[in-house]
């Protein structure tokens, strides 16, 4: 049975997304990802949010590969880009990227991490993760990235003594709570390249925080800005939300004049 709400403000998302003049290079992306505010990298169909990929490339249809006069099996050009550009982000600090919401990547705007951050309950200061209720694993692993900087899982194991498992779990975990955050690739004698992971708070200062009822605000407007319509239910595939948190959010926007709500069948919509 196909879910209608995804239907609704997926469709919207790619009339707004598709319109748009596909860009063409990084400081593009980075002033598209501005303007967005929060993204995917690729699109998908249960995420209502614009991706990186739809700008490049300016569909939703993904291609990954070509074959090269080789006959060797090659990125396409836009998938290069995709690939490329969510690395280099930030690691020219143009935008923030990881699993912050769910086990896909996000991309996140600069000026989005305000509202973010307030939602942590953490003060700020690089050493903040102290504050949050971490398990040993997840401990260790940001006590090794404070004291020798941004970090590869590889490099993690080692300062650590923990298992890849144990890392790479504690990795995604600590990105969902905005405590790590991708930094950089870090090039290996084999294979693809290894994402150094940072602080948030050290890479990614922040001063003055919003309320926490003003974060929720701002970051459920931006969701519905990008994407033009979507449920309670689409707001919490994208911000890793529930639904009741989502629809309570967006019922504000409506008290407040910054949205309209309508029925259709019986499902609340937002635009």
């Excluded at 997304?17 to 249960?46: C, F, H, M, N, Y």
């Excluded at 990186?52 to 300016?58: K, R």
């Excluded at 019922?251 to 019986?266: F, H, I, Y």
Aim: aromatic share 6%; hydrophobic share 40%.
């Amino acid at each position: 049975m196909r879910d209608r709400s995804r239907d609704a403000s997926s469709s919207t998302s790619r009339r707004s997304t598709s319109t748009q003049r596909p860009i063409k290079s990084i400081r593009g992306a980075a002033a598209w990802l501005d303007r967005v505010g929060i993204a995917a990298l690729l699109p998908g169909s249960e995420l209502v949010l614009p991706s990186l990929w739809e700008a490049i490339s300016g569909t939703r249809a993904v291609e990954w590969a070509e074959i090269d006069p080789d006959g060797r099996n090659v990125f396409t050009p836009e998938m290069a880009k995709c690939w490329s550009w969510k690395d280099e982000l930030p690691a020219r600090e143009l935008g923030v990227v990881g699993k912050h919401f769910g086990r896909w990547a996000a991309l996140v705007a600069p000026r989005m991490l305000p509202p973010l951050y307030a939602l942590t309950g953490r003060s700020g200061q690089a050493n903040d993760f102290r504050e949050a209720e971490l398990t040993p694993v997840q401990l260790d692993v940001c006590e090794a990235v404070l004291g020798a900087g941004p970090s590869t899982g590889p490099e993690l194991r080692a300062l650590t003594g923990l298992e890849k498992k144990q890392v790479d779990a504690a990795v995604v975990a600590l990105q969902r709570t905005f405590v790590l955050t991708n930094s950089r690739v870090v090039e290996q004698r084999n294979g693809w390249g290894a994402i150094a992971v940072d602080l948030v708070a050290r890479r990614w200062p922040q001063k003055k925080l919003p309320a926490v009822d003003e974060a929720e605000r701002m970051l459920a407007a931006t969701v519905l800005g990008s994407c033009g319509e979507i449920s309670a239910a689409d707001l919490g595939g994208a911000l890793g939300w529930r639904v009741k948190r989502s629809r309570e959010t967006l019922d504000r926007l409506v008290e407040r004049g910054e949205a309209k709500r309508s029925e259709n069948g019986g499902l609340a919509l937002y635009r």
